[in-house]
């Protein structure tokens, strides 16, 4: 008999789960899409799990999640040499075209074409500062939350139950940031500068996905992504704290992250623990995601506001750089806002995690604001607001954005000639606060 031959009375048991029928059949499915499983592998998967890392979150296993979940969803073809030079091309058009619509000088230094796999290895170092004090602070709640005598029974144990939540937390990031990685189309697109500073990366093939089905030629669409992501790096370069200011608003809301035992408990009752699925959706559903207390929401309204404000002045300022240039621009504009506005799998996904909606709620509002400032003002004054965050509008100006714009601010009960002050004084190079 040859290796490929086998009796028919015998079973077949290559390939086969010996745990069929059985409460681990499930489990095993999961390693291993049904077939034989390699203990070996599972083995090392448990140790990377346990690994020593950083931090409250496994990123090393976030990442190794990630680019296996990546492989798993299909080809992700590096840029080939056509792609990186219509890219380079575009960034190089978007650049001379935002010279005409911002005073603030170009942000992007270096042009780059990423795969999926790159983006994700890219803009790993953010992510890892953004989700940790979220993470962190999950651990310490899930901790602090267990009845005294339990934490005393647990004793030791409680490093060894904070590793695994860090690995936890790091294979759901990991499943994230690969449905991510299908989506994005730059480094900015989510309003975070996720990248390295300086580095204007676009993602052909998500691009390309994205330009499918709307009537605009490729071309259009490569060079309106890339409008995009060069206004953000002008803004990010130019109003060095504002990415200290955004990360800042997330340490501040996961300092507040509280845990409801109760609530945990009682959707584990309702789980089935012989089908590994259902945890899996338990968590991508937020199981441990924690109560808003008041100070987290006044947080995040602050950070959604800060997004509003980003988007709002990257919007205004590309249709300005694109009016009486590029028709199909009001266009790409309505399809990126309805995309933002829809969200997708992977943001309800990392939203459920981590608690945080990555796209603002009141851009048209916030582009509104930036448009009014410029036409009373004009393009060199409403750039200068973001020089300074005391000169930065508030959540409540988005009631009023005329208002602002004409130098009336909702948040005190200034004098309307305050804002107008301090502008003129900053365009002269003085400092604001001597006006």
């Known amino acids: 008999m040859t290796p490929g031959d086998h009796d028919d009375d015998t079973p ?19 390693f291993s ?105 999950v651990v310490v709640a899930m901790g602090e939350a267990l009845p005294d005598e339990a934490k005393s029974m647990a004793g030791p144990l409680m490093g060894i139950i904070g590793q695994a939540g860090g690995a936890m937390f790091g294979q759901q990031i990991g499943q994230a940031l690969a449905g991510l990685a299908t989506e994005v189309m730059s480094s900015t697109d989510v309003g975070l500068p996720l990248g390295p500073q300086g580095v204007g990366a676009i993602l052909p093939e998500n691009v390309r996905a994205f330009g499918e089905g709307l009537g605009v030629s490729q071309a259009d669409v490569l060079l309106y992504v890339s409008l995009r992501e060069a206004a953000h790096h002008r803004l990010f370069s130019h109003a060095m704290w504002l990415r200290s200011a955004l990360v800042g608003a997330i340490e501040e809301y996961g300092r507040g992250t509280t845990i409801d035992i109760a609530a945990i408990e009682a959707q584990i009752r309702g789980i089935d623990p012989s089908r590994p699925e259902e945890i899996q959706d338990a968590l991508s559903q937020g199981l441990f995601e924690p109560e808003r207390s008041p100070a987290q929401q006044a947080a995040l309204t602050r950070l959604e506001d800060l997004l509003a404000f980003i988007e709002g002045w990257v919007d205004e300022v590309v249709t300005q750089a694109t009016r009486d240039r590029m028709p199909s621009a009001a266009a790409l504009a309505e399809a990126i806002r309805r995309r933002r506005a829809a969200g997708g799998p992977a943001e309800e996904t990392f939203a459920a995690l981590v608690g945080l909606e990555l796209r603002p709620r009141r851009l048209r509002e916030a582009a509104t604001l930036w448009a009014a400032l410029r036409d009373r003002q004009g393009t060199e004054a409403r750039d200068a607001v973001w020089s300074h965050p005391d000169l930065m509008p508030t959540g409540l100006d988005l009631d009023d954005p005329l208002g602002f714009a004409q130098g009336e601010t909702t948040q005190e009960a200034q004098a309307g000639d305050d804002f107008d002050s301090e502008l003129e004084a900053l365009l002269k190079g003085e400092d604001p606060g001597e006006a």
């Open 33 to 137: 899409g049904g077939q034989m499983p390699d203990m070996n592998a599972i083995m090392a998967q448990m140790q990377r799990m346990f690994e020593p890392h950083e931090g409250s979150v496994n990123f090393t296993l976030a990442k190794d999640v990630a680019r296996q979940a990546l492989a798993a969803a299909g080809p992700d073809p590096s840029p080939n040499t056509a792609q990186v030079g219509a890219v380079s091309d575009a960034m190089r058009l978007a650049e001379s075209w935002l010279d005409g619509a911002t005073s603030i000088a170009s942000g992007a230094h270096t042009v780059a074409a990423w795969s999926r796999a790159e983006w994700i290895e890219e803009t790993a170092p953010t992510w890892q500062r953004v989700i940790e004090p979220i993470a962190a602070h």
């Open 12 to 30: 077949d048991d290559a390939g086969q789960n010996p745990f069929a029928g059985t409460p681990m059949e499930q489990m095993f499915a999961a």
